[in-house]
């Protein structure tokens, strides 16, 4: 007898095989099931509560998989790439989860019969290859700067499309606009964190503003704020890290003085400290103080008697986007500030948003920004429209930078699908069932499309393999009137880059899955013999 062959610690699972394959494949399958009724304008919204109790409520496929607690390592991967996909573009998140998940679902069966991985994976860079070189090819360019108005009307389509599936579909075209604005108002690098998204509840979702500037809500203020002046043209700003305030001193300081006036000054000094701050403060000339400490009452009325507005404990992001818009430098000692390191704006103003005060600066001269106000119902209805617009504000940005569009609602999938069938006739050998494979894998966009709004999905993909074997290439599902429709003329349509990376990332995420054959899963600690479990027992303690 052979001594067994002990090589990894007691209690470390491993799993190998055809079994573990497909086993990760049917915890993909179960993540897709997750997020496949969110798709298109018609999905569904998800509930999630999570341990805390806080609930969301959300219809983007990358928010659904970060609050799902998922552990299983493969599937782990779909929620990467719905992470990538959200970062890299902002859009397709869900599709992105549901291709990768219908790919390895097609191929399935082969797995079961024995065809080796590593054929699989070659037919699906091969169908990837072909699909990146189609989406190129008829990705429609929109000539850069031709007419402003031209360039709008497409990116106010493409930010209607991404919003046409969420929960504010009813106002796309109004919040259309509104993004487009702010993102034509920034620089030419489009930086994100230029765009301040600020949410008070109360009012209709039609009251949302954007400003054109910084704006945020009003800080806590003491007494004497009352008599500070609300609105300045041509103001100078004191951005600050400093506290404005008399310290409570230590309770068991102990100073020993033999007459009053020596306790006097000791009470002075203090005083005088803080005066000097605030004079040289009046001294540079500022008209609005905004400090990211304390600003305390005798600093607020100190300032309200001389004309002067100011704010503490400022929330660091708003700090800094006041800093880059207006210019100047953050101070942390009151002794040198003069003329060359404040802010300034054409014009500040404090005004009433719904329940809310809120500090707005505007004409700032050094960088562009923006802030979007967003008025609405509940807490989490305005969470996703904050997400929503995040999501139409990537494409945007997108948009511009890589101005190719494809047409959306399924059509592009539909047209990749029968041209990768067409190619998997002109091959011999086991890929060419594969690569026909893949194809079918395409189609699952246009039909959950189907799915979600309740059609008849089968009919529907009949009448799109028809049209597209006739070559209406932009052929794809129309929502509305229930049938199929030319999508690029209903101008449902969509950056190629999204589809590009889409493809890309489900490709590669497949091929990962594919590609493992054995999980081996380390003990937990505390589940291995010797290895912290329960408390041992001391020394020589009867059982």
Same mark, same amino acid.
């Not at 990538?84 to 573009?89: L, M, P």
């Not at 300032?303 to 101070?331: N, Q, W, Y």
């Not at 054409?346 to 700032?364: D, P």
């Not at 305005?382 to 494409?395: C, F, K, P, Q, V």
């Given at each position: 007898?052979?001594?067994?062959?002990?090589?990894?610690?007691?209690?470390?699972?491993?799993?190998?095989?055809?079994?573990?394959?497909?086993?990760?494949?049917?915890?993909?399958?179960?993540?897709?099931?997750?997020?496949?009724?969110?798709?298109?304008?018609?999905?569904?919204?998800?509930?999630?509560?999570?341990?805390?109790?806080?609930?969301?409520?959300?219809?983007?496929?990358?928010?659904?998989?970060?609050?799902?607690?998922?552990?299983?390592? !493969?599937?782990?991967?779909?929620?990467?790439?719905?992470?990538?996909?959200?970062?890299?573009?902002?859009?397709?998140?869900?599709?992105?989860?549901?291709?990768?998940?219908?790919?390895? @679902?097609?191929?399935?069966?082969?797995?079961?019969?024995?065809?080796?991985?590593?054929?699989?994976?070659?037919?699906?860079?091969?169908?990837?290859?072909?699909?990146?070189?189609?989406?190129?090819?008829?990705?429609?360019?929109?000539?850069?700067?031709?007419?402003?108005?031209?360039?709008? !009307?497409?990116?106010?389509?493409?930010?209607?499309?991404?919003?046409?599936?969420?929960?504010?579909?009813?106002?796309?075209?109004?919040?259309?606009?509104?993004?487009?604005?702010?993102?034509?108002?920034?620089?030419?690098?489009?930086?994100?964190?230029?765009?301040?998204?600020? @949410?008070?509840?109360?009012?209709?979702?039609?009251?949302?503003?954007?400003?054109?500037?910084?704006?945020?809500?009003?800080?806590?203020?003491?007494?004497?704020?009352?008599?500070?002046?609300?609105?300045?043209?041509?103001?100078?700003?004191?951005?600050?890290?400093?506290?404005?305030?008399?310290?409570?001193?230590?309770?068991?300081?102990?100073?020993?003085?033999?007459?009053?006036?020596?306790?006097?000054?000791?009470?002075?000094?203090?005083?005088?400290?803080?005066?000097?701050?605030?004079?040289?403060?009046?001294?540079?000339?500022?008209?609005?103080?905004?400090?990211?400490?304390?600003?305390?009452?005798?600093?607020?009325?100190?300032?309200?008697?001389?004309?002067?507005?100011?704010?503490?404990?400022?929330?660091?992001?708003?700090?800094?986007?006041?800093?880059?818009?207006?210019?100047?430098?953050?101070?942390?000692?009151?002794?040198?500030?003069?003329?060359?390191?404040?802010?300034?704006?054409?014009?500040?103003?404090?005004?009433?948003?719904?329940?809310?005060?809120?500090?707005?600066?505007?004409?700032?001269?050094?960088?562009?920004?923006?802030?979007?106000?967003?008025?609405?119902?509940?807490?989490?209805?305005?969470?996703?429209?904050?997400?929503?617009?995040?999501?139409?504000?990537?494409?945007?940005?997108?948009?511009?930078?890589?101005?190719?569009?494809?047409?959306?609602?399924?059509?592009?999938?539909?047209?990749?699908?029968?041209?990768?069938?067409?190619?998997?006739?002109?091959?011999?050998?086991?890929?060419?069932?594969?690569?026909?494979?893949?194809?079918?894998?395409?189609? $699952?966009?246009?039909?959950?499309?189907?799915?979600? !709004?309740?059609?008849?999905?089968?009919?529907?993909?009949?009448?799109?393999?028809?049209?597209?074997?006739?070559?209406?290439?932009?052929?794809? $599902?129309?929502?509305?009137?229930?049938?199929?429709?030319?999508?690029?003329?209903?101008?449902?349509?969509?950056?190629?880059?999204?589809?590009?990376?889409?493809?890309?990332?489900?490709?590669?995420?497949?091929?990962?899955?594919?590609?493992?054959?054995?999980?081996?899963?380390?003990?937990?600690?505390?589940?291995?013999?010797?290895?912290?479990?329960?408390?041992?027992?001391?020394?020589?303690?009867?059982?």
């Amino acid at each position: 007898m052979q001594p067994q062959i002990l090589l990894l610690k007691e209690g470390t699972d491993t799993s190998q095989g055809k079994p573990q394959l497909i086993s990760n494949i049917n915890a993909c399958q179960s993540i897709v099931d997750a997020v496949r009724t969110t798709l298109g304008p018609r999905g569904m919204d998800k509930l999630i509560v999570d341990s805390n109790g806080k609930a969301t409520i959300s219809n983007d496929g990358a928010t659904i998989m970060k609050l799902l607690d998922i552990v299983h390592p !493969a599937a782990k991967t779909l929620v990467d790439i719905a992470k990538s996909q959200d970062a890299e573009v902002g859009d397709g998140t869900t599709s992105v989860v549901l291709l990768a998940g219908e790919i390895l @679902k097609q191929l399935k069966g082969y797995v079961e019969e024995g065809v080796h991985p590593r054929i699989l994976i070659k037919a699906i860079r091969k169908s990837l290859q072909l699909c990146m070189e189609k989406i190129n090819e008829m990705a429609v360019h929109i000539e850069k700067q031709s007419e402003d108005d031209q360039q709008r !009307a497409l990116l106010e389509k493409c930010a209607a499309t991404a919003l046409s599936s969420k929960l504010i579909h009813q106002q796309k075209d109004f919040f259309a606009k509104m993004v487009v604005d702010a993102v034509l108002s920034l620089d030419d690098l489009l930086p994100l964190n230029m765009i301040g998204i600020k @949410k008070v509840s109360g009012g209709s979702l039609e009251e949302s503003q954007l400003v054109a500037g910084v704006a945020f809500k009003k800080t806590f203020s003491y007494a004497g704020f009352e008599m500070a002046p609300k609105s300045y043209n041509n103001c100078k700003i004191a951005l600050l890290n400093i506290e404005l305030e008399l310290k409570a001193e230590r309770d068991n300081a102990e100073i020993r003085v033999d007459n009053v006036k020596e306790y006097q000054k000791v009470v002075d000094a203090e005083w005088q400290i803080l005066y000097k701050k605030l004079n040289k403060i009046h001294e540079s000339g500022a008209n609005v103080v905004l400090s990211k400490l304390p600003i305390g009452d005798v600093a607020t009325q100190y300032f309200a008697d001389r004309d002067m507005f100011c704010a503490g404990r400022l929330p660091e992001e708003d700090l800094k986007r006041t800093l880059k818009a207006c210019g100047g430098a953050v101070m942390t000692t009151a002794n040198d500030i003069n003329a060359s390191v404040l802010g300034q704006c054409e014009y500040f103003e404090e005004r009433q948003i719904g329940s809310e005060r809120f500090n707005i600066f505007q004409g700032c001269p050094n960088a562009r920004t923006c802030t979007l106000i967003l008025r609405g119902g509940a807490e989490q209805f305005l969470e996703e429209t904050e997400r929503s617009l995040h999501d139409a504000i990537m494409i945007v940005r997108r948009t511009i930078k890589h101005d190719s569009v494809v047409a959306g609602g399924g059509a592009i999938e539909m047209h990749l699908s029968k041209i990768l069938r067409d190619y998997s006739r002109t091959i011999a050998g086991k890929e060419q069932l594969l690569i026909a494979a893949i194809a079918k894998a395409l189609e $699952v966009i246009p039909r959950q499309l189907c799915d979600n !709004a309740g059609f008849d999905a089968t009919n529907i993909l009949n009448k799109l393999r028809q049209k597209h074997a006739q070559g209406g290439q932009w052929y794809g $599902v129309d929502i509305t009137k229930e049938d199929i429709s030319d999508n690029f003329r209903e101008c449902v349509w969509e950056p190629s880059i999204i589809k590009i990376n889409a493809l890309t990332a489900a490709a590669e995420a497949a091929c990962m899955i594919l590609s493992v054959d054995e999980t081996i899963k380390g003990p937990k600690a505390g589940d291995a013999p010797g290895a912290g479990g329960p408390m041992g027992r001391g020394m020589g303690r009867p059982m």
